[in-house]
Structure formats: structure tokens, C-alpha cells
């Protein structure tokens, strides 16, 4: 069956660091996945969408890497601030008539000042 | 545009009852979902509707549960009758085109008691 893995349930990082959270996939093949960050109490709001045929993409502090050969994508936020403290979410999309999104269990980030 | 709004924001019933959520899915977006978040499960997609249309609904738990998308402007999920393992946020998302980000709203939260 399908699976997603996110490599903790929780992680603690220092302020200034970078924050490497791990997304694995096994019996999938995304064409698309998109990592989320989710505050208590509210609904995940979207960070980033690398395609298959993509290994990395940049937003600001925030880098994405997708290797399909691993079956994984690492998400990395360098410089890490409090602020950045939230759970994240990887999600993987099949492609186009399939837009069913698949959401991992989660990592929930603590920056500690 | 307010972004998605989901109603009510917080719903307590007993078991039996009826429950009806609401959603309004941003202008524009040609895509509604329908998430269930628990602890235990994490965050499940239940059905989701392209241009008003149900495409996929085979996480909808069992025939307790409906959803209706009669305009391009409103979705509602119901479940009828309600019991306590339904207790859950409840999550309504839209998007331009199925693999893009989603919009989520801020939930509804259900206690079935």
C-alpha cells in the first residue's frame, strides 16, 4: 500500500541553524509534491511544489529537494527563527486526472531561542 | 478575496444527530476538498469535487457520510447520524487546477458527543 514517512514527529533545532526535515514515499509516483505548514488551530497553508522533474527549488530561507530515484524530498529551512516553530506536512499529487493529495503524518518543528 | 470559509467554526452534538459543514471555496478556483485531521490519522482527504462535480470520494468512511457541491460558490459535507468517532477538525480546501497549492480554511471542529 502507499505510504508517506516523515522522518519525526518532532524535532528540536537551534536558533540560527538549518532545520532539515525528511519526507519518504514508498509504492507511489508522484508527479508533484508540496510541502505545508500547519499552526495549532488552523488550517495548513502552503510553502512549496517541486515536480518530478525537478530536483530543487528555493523560496527565500525555504529549499526543497526531490529525488524520485530515493523516493524522498528534504525541506530545509536555513537560518531558523521562533517563528518558524509549526508542524509540517509533505504532500505528494499523482499528476493530472489524479489530484488526489496525500498528506504525510507530519513533523512538528520547535526553533529553540 | 476573505479566502475559504468554512462554517460553523465549532459544532458540538450527540450522537444520532445530524451534522451539516459548510464551505465557501475561494472565486475562481476550479477545485473543493474535503479533509478529515485526528490525531491518530493525521489529515485524510474524504471526496473531492473539479467544476462542481464529484471525482473522487472513496475516503468518504461510509454512506454516513454525503457531500454536495450545487454551485461553483458552495459545498456542504454531512453526516447523518452522527457518532463520537467522527469527532474532528474538519477541513474545506480549493484550488486553480487539482496539483496546484490548495487554500485551506480554518476548519470546523467537531465533537460528537
Known amino acids: 500500500s502507499q505510504k508517506i514517512e516523515q522522518n519525526s514527529e518532532a524535532l528540536n533545532i537551534q536558533e540560527g541553524k538549518t532545520a532539515t526535515l525528511t519526507c519518504n514515499y514508498t509504492n507511489y509516483s508522484p508527479a508533484y509534491l508540496q510541502w505545508y505548514r500547519q499552526d495549532p488551530g488552523r488550517g495548513p497553508v502552503f510553502l512549496l511544489l517541486i515536480r518530478e522533474n525537478e530536483k530543487e527549488k528555493r523560496k527565500e530561507r525555504l529549499k526543497v529537494t526531490f529525488d524520485t530515484t530515493l523516493k524522498q524530498s528534504l525541506f530545509h529551512i536555513t537560518a531558523s527563527q521562533p517563528a518558524d516553530s509549526a508542524t509540517y506536512l509533505c504532500a505528494l499529487v499523482a499528476g493530472f486526472g489524479n489530484e488526489k493529495l496525500t498528506f504525510g503524518t507530519g513533523t512538528r518543528l520547535t526553533i529553540i531561542p | ?113
Not at chain 2, 24 to 51: A, C, V
Not at chain 2, 53 to 74: L, T, W
Open chain 2, 1 to 113: 478575496d476573505a479566502g475559504v470559509i468554512q462554517s460553523p467554526r465549532h459544532e458540538v452534538t450527540e450522537m444520532g444527530q445530524e451534522v451539516t459543514l459548510r464551505c465557501k471555496p475561494i472565486s475562481g478556483h476550479d477545485y473543493l476538498f474535503w479533509y478529515r485531521q485526528t490525531m491518530m490519522r493525521g489529515l485524510e482527504l474524504l471526496i473531492y469535487f473539479n467544476n462542481n462535480v464529484p471525482i473522487d470520494d472513496s475516503g468518504m468512511p461510509e454512506d454516513r457520510f454525503s457531500a454536495k457541491m450545487p454551485n461553483a460558490s458552495f459545498s456542504t459535507l454531512k453526516i447523518q447520524p452522527s457518532e463520537p468517532r467522527d469527532s474532528a477538525v474538519y477541513f474545506c480546501a480549493s484550488s486553480f487546477l487539482g496539483y496546484n497549492e490548495q487554500f485551506f480554511g480554518p476548519g470546523t471542529r467537531l465533537t460528537v458527543l
